[in-house]
């Protein structure tokens, strides 16, 4: 993958339904040349499908946690764009000190969670992780 697919790959994460036209414009390169890149990701398994966003509390079943990353060499970007593409990853963020990165997870069920955990450990460049089970959450008033 290089800059473009990575490019249009966060565009599609922000919004699935963006049509070819618009996902043209914004990367400035030609409508023939998104449908070209979009199925070849598809037949390469790069994109798996297209899902849905909601807002947590729309769910309160689901399993939350937060994965911390540590990432080998220069190799983030990369790793970006692979975890940008799981639809557990909800939210990611990148982080100084001795993690990375940070992924927000959301799941149905544990076992998802260690098929999801298990996936993103074996991507080329990660080199630690620690994962935090989100329990109960506080506001203040």
Same mark, same amino acid.
Not at 20 to 23: F, G, I
Not at 117 to 126: E, G, Y
């Given at each position: 993958m290089d800059t473009l697919d990575q490019q249009l790959l966060g565009l599609l994460r922000a919004d699935a339904r963006a049509t070819?036209?618009? $996902?043209a414009k914004k990367l400035d390169v #030609? &409508?023939?040349t998104i449908n070209?890149?979009?199925a070849r990701m598809e037949d390469e398994g790069i994109i798996v499908g297209y899902t849905v966003r909601l807002r947590p509390e729309s769910q309160p079943d689901q399993i939350g946690a937060w994965m911390n990353i540590a990432v080998d060499g220069n190799?983030?970007?990369?790793?970006? #764009?692979? $975890?940008l593409g799981d639809p557990a990853v909800v939210a990611l963020h990148d982080t100084n000190g001795r993690w990375d990165l940070l992924a927000e997870l959301r799941v149905a069920n544990i076992e998802e969670m260690s098929r999801? $955990?298990? &996936?993103?450990? $074996?991507?080329?460049?990660?080199s630690a992780t620690e994962t935090s089970i989100h329990l109960k959450s506080y506001k203040l008033d």
């Open positions: 070819v036209a618009t $996902l #030609s &409508r023939g070209n890149r979009i190799e983030t970007r990369r790793v970006v #764009s692979i $975890l999801v $955990l298990d &996936r993103v450990r $074996l991507i080329k460049a990660i």
